[in-house]
């Protein structure tokens, strides 16, 4: 609108002086604005001035379109320009103040739409499926939600609906099957079938209805929940194939009773009714607060029945308390309350008594044996394949992967390790025929404790004085005595072994450890005996010499496996003849004399000491002549001591 700013608002005139020619004009500038609809995307020169002069009276936006460099800039709000005034004025022409103030407030404008809205949802759904298409996401969303916060809404909407349709559906299944079985005693020839269709056709009433009613034993025919004050029906229910009486003339029945009752015989009024019996018919009255569940029955009902009654009296006042208490009139809030009652429609036949023919009988029982020795030997059969898998299962080294049953033999497979038991062995202890039995194993290796130790043993070949052991765990202990060059072999080859995760030789010396404290001990046990006076070894005592010189020598070879020095003293006795001073030098002699003859034998001197010690550390305190001759003799003493650092092995 590049004219715009020419106009002049100060020569307006009053709505009263308008002339008919301004009217037009207006009527067809409203047209034009209200009306008129441009083709898409496709817009003329006289249709881009009307689309921006909606927008100017719309929106106060200039439409954004490509315009000259003179196109019209929105005018700040703090300085109104002429042009502003004419747009007020012209916009104040066309909608007038009311419709102005409607335009402008949000309220009225939500109010005007849902006024109009539920007529353009209808109309849209008469055109096509688009708005219903629309709506489908979000009511499904609305009902998941719903039910995610709680079930029991959604249950108690469709509960009214629900519970007839079962209850039609139970009502169709039974007349389906009063029919079938009028057809089925329709073709009966029995005595008592003749008699109950003589009753059926006296009494008017069907085959069915007379054979159900002749052996029925008990049936809740009604069950009527009524409200104790109004003496109203609040909610009742009536069993499939019996004629519904009028719930209120019945609860007003049975207050009248109750009534006479208690004003001719003057009973309180705390007691109630609660049995009335009329021919085949029992009415069963319970009890509540606020209301009273009254049952007619047919035939004899168990007295288990009234905990039933019992039970649905209270669910009903926990349930629906609050509009017992508040009840007006309107039975509509108990209906919910139907599926209470209808756990009372109980009912009960006789159990049908059939006297077959004997050959009948007979031939059942001979069916009936045959199966049961069938059963009973295939029972057996199934037992015996179930131990023996159980066998398999329990020995160590078989793993049974598959056990079926095919064209009458039994089939079993699975893996077996060499050292297992055979498992035909169990065939027979389990009584089954093996020819009925085929088995197929592959073989693996075990890692079971047992069969872990005996290739252990086969692989090591241990000594006579070890002994091996392999736990849980995988550790095998060596257990023993053994020559240290196994021990370092059986070390090395057990690590790589399958099954052992670890050695333990906590418990494993070595032999020449015990051999090297053996000949220790066989050293310090010998005693050389002398002469008296003198430092002559007596000739008994030669053949003790050899063998302490034979034990020296192992020892000395043994000693160095182990990082040991052997150092030996000899120590030389007297007994107590003559003078102390003597009988030192005489003992120092002796130990010099032994001495000397190991040396003599190849014993290094460096490792030897002697010591003369006299009488001091005599064998026997006591002076007597046995005592004397122990005394003048030789000992010996070994240290085994640890060699310095890098001193190779001898």
């Not at 079938?193 to 034993?217: C, Y």
């Not at 809740?220 to 003496?231: G, N, P």
């Not at 029972?379 to 898998?389: C, D, H, I, K, S």
């Not at 030897?608 to 001759?629: C, D």
Request: a neutral charge; proline letters at 5%.
């Amino acid at each position: 609108m590049t004219d715009s700013s020419t106009r002049n608002t100060s020569n307006k005139a009053p709505d009263g002086d308008r002339s008919l020619g301004e009217e037009e004009a207006l009527a067809e500038l409203r047209n034009l604005l209200f009306t008129h609809q441009p083709a898409q995307n496709q817009l003329d020169s006289n249709e881009e001035v009307l689309a921006e002069l909606r927008n100017l009276l719309f929106t106060h936006q200039p439409v954004q379109t490509p315009q000259p460099p003179t196109a019209f800039v929105q005018p700040s709000q703090k300085e109104p320009t002429t042009e502003e005034e004419a747009i007020a004025e012209l916009r104040s022409l066309l909608f007038g103040a009311d419709l102005q103030a409607r335009l402008d407030n949000p309220k009225v404008l939500v109010e005007d739409v849902s006024a109009v809205l539920p007529e353009a949802i209808v109309l849209r759904t008469m055109q096509d499926e688009q708005l219903s298409k629309a709506a489908v996401p979000t009511v499904e969303q609305a009902i998941h939600t719903s039910v995610k916060q709680d079930l029991n809404i959604l249950s108690d909407a469709l509960f009214p609906v629900m519970g007839p349709a079962i209850r039609k559906a139970v009502s169709t299944a039974l007349k389906t099957l009063t029919e079938s079985l009028n057809q089925t005693l329709d073709r009966s020839l029995s005595p008592q079938s003749f008699k109950w269709r003589l009753e059926a056709a006296q009494t008017g009433k069907s085959f069915a209805e007379v054979v159900i009613l002749r052996t029925l034993v008990y049936r809740v025919e009604q069950v009527f929940l009524i409200h104790k004050q109004t003496s109203l029906v609040l909610q009742y229910v009536v069993a499939p194939m019996v004629a519904a009486q009028d719930a209120d003339l019945v609860s007003a029945m049975l207050r009248a009773i109750q009534d006479f009752v208690q004003d001719s015989f003057k009973v309180s009024q705390e007691d109630a009714l609660d049995t009335l019996e009329f021919g085949e018919l029992t009415i069963w009255i319970f009890q509540g607060p606020q209301a009273l569940l009254a049952g007619v029955i047919r035939g004899n009902a168990p007295q288990e029945l009234k905990s039933v009654f019992q039970t649905t009296i209270e669910k009903i006042h926990k349930e629906f308390r609050r509009d017992i208490i508040s009840f007006q009139g309107d039975s509509t809030p108990f209906e919910p309350s139907k599926r209470y009652l209808e756990d009372c429609l109980q009912f009960q036949f006789q159990a049908k008594e059939d006297k077959p023919s004997p050959i009948l009988l007979t031939l059942l029982g001979v069916i009936f044996c045959s199966l049961g020795l069938w059963g009973f030997l295939s029972f057996q059969e199934r037992q015996r394949w179930a131990n023996y898998l159980e066998k398999l299962n329990s020995q160590p080294g078989i793993v049974v992967v598959n056990a079926e049953k095919r064209h009458g033999k039994y089939l079993v497979s699975g893996l077996r390790d060499p050292l297992a038991i055979d498992p035909t062995l169990f065939i027979q202890e389990a009584k089954l025929n093996p020819k009925s039995v085929s088995s197929r194993w592959q073989p693996y290796i075990s890692l079971d404790t047992k069969f872990t130790t005996i290739r252990a043993k086969r692989l090591l070949q241990p000594p006579a004085t070890v002994s091996l052991k392999v736990d849980d765990n995988g550790v095998l202990y060596i257990i023993g005595s053994a020559p240290h060059q196994w021990i370092e072999q059986a070390k090395k080859q057990a690590t790589n072994f399958p099954g052992i995760t670890a050695i333990q030789t906590e418990n494993l010396i070595e032999t020449e450890r015990l051999e090297l404290q053996s000949s220790k001990e066989k050293i310090e046990k010998q005693i050389l005996y002398f002469d008296k006076g003198n430092t002559q070894l007596l000739a008994t005592e030669n053949g003790k010499l050899q063998a302490v010189i034979q034990e020296i020598k192992k020892l000395a070879t043994i000693a160095p496996f182990f990082h040991k020095d052997v150092r030996i003293q000899i120590f030389g006795h007297s007994d107590n003849d003559g003078s102390a001073e003597n009988n030192l030098r005489l003992s120092q002699a002796r130990a010099n004399t032994i001495l000397s003859a190991l040396v003599s034998q190849g014993i290094k001197g460096s490792n030897l000491t002697a010591v003369g010690v006299g009488i001091r550390e005599p064998w026997h305190k006591k002076s007597t002549q046995n005592n004397r001759e122990i005394n003048r003799r030789v000992s010996f003493k070994v240290f085994l001591t640890d060699a310095p650092k890098g001193k190779s092995k001898q």
